[in-house]
């Protein structure tokens, strides 16, 4: 089944360490998100990419990074700097194309807390 | 700027009643315009979306949304809940950009409860 995987559903950080979240995606899309869910904010866009190699920041980038190598493949890193991580974590896909009938599917999210 | 607006945080109603969740946008065009649900610690799932056409839109699970324009609105209607439903959705404001980004801004979510 064509989908997007996100791992690992749980993640715990320690203070200053880096954690990276993994984001796969097997439906061919071009596009790639990850969103930050805080309760009562709704989503946040953290990072976008529109094709391989090539990522822009979102409205709350600062504190993350990414990169896109694969197509299939959008990892998200929680750097030291984020000082307030905790949230859910959400990768999206999209076609890509210039046919805007389209929607951006979910995976099914990564939780991480901070110990 | 596109924005989003869901008035109502937690909604209660009964099982068996209808409900109708609030949505207003703001956007410059012909918006799109979506509502996903979520149920706790998964991701969203689409509803229905609307591009074009028919301003009243059928989705998944007996859901229905209205679009219009007069009103800034795209109201999540269903005629009879069921204790399934409770979830938090989500209603969205998305744009194509050139190069094929697709914008998408959300609303902060209404919380629905379900009582028996």
């Known amino acids: 089944d064509g989908g997007i995987t996100q791992s690992p559903k749980y993640l715990f950080r320690k203070e200053g360490q880096n954690v990276t979240l993994s984001c796969e995606q097997n439906?061919?899309?071009?596009?790639m998100y990850w969103y930050r869910q805080d309760p009562g904010q709704g989503l946040r866009l953290i990072y976008y990419?529109?094709?391989?190699?090539?990522?822009q920041k979102g409205d709350i980038a600062e504190g993350y990074s990414v990169s896109r190598e694969k197509k299939e493949s959008f990892p998200l890193t929680v750097t030291s700097a984020q000082k307030n991580p905790t949230a859910f974590y959400l990768c999206?896909?999209?076609?890509?194309?210039?046919?805007?009938?389209?929607?951006?599917?979910f995976g099914a999210g990564t939780r991480l807390s901070v110990l | 700027a596109q924005s989003v607006t869901q008035p109502d945080i937690h909604i209660t109603v009964s099982e068996g009643a209808s409900l109708e969740l609030r949505c207003n946008y703001s956007?410059?065009?012909?918006?799109?315009l979506f509502w996903y649900v979520q149920s706790p610690g998964q991701g969203l799932q689409l509803l229905l979306k609307?591009?074009?056409?028919?301003?009243l839109v059928q989705g998944i699970k007996g859901f229905e949304a209205e679009f219009k324009r007069s009103q800034s609105s795209f109201n999540l209607r269903k005629p009879s809940v069921h204790w399934s439903d409770a979830a938090e959705y989500f209603c969205?404001?998305?744009?194509?950009?050139?190069?094929?980004?697709?914008?998408?801004?959300f609303g902060i979510g209404t919380k629905l409860q379900v009582i028996p």
């Open positions: 999206a896909s999209h076609p890509g194309t210039a046919l805007a009938k389209n929607i951006q599917y």
């Open positions: 439906l061919n899309h071009d596009a």
């Open positions: 990419s529109q094709i391989v190699n090539d990522f």
């Open positions: 956007y410059g065009a012909t918006p799109y």
């Open positions: 609307y591009f074009s056409g028919d301003t």
């Open positions: 969205a404001v998305g744009s194509l950009y050139s190069g094929g980004y697709q914008k998408v801004t």
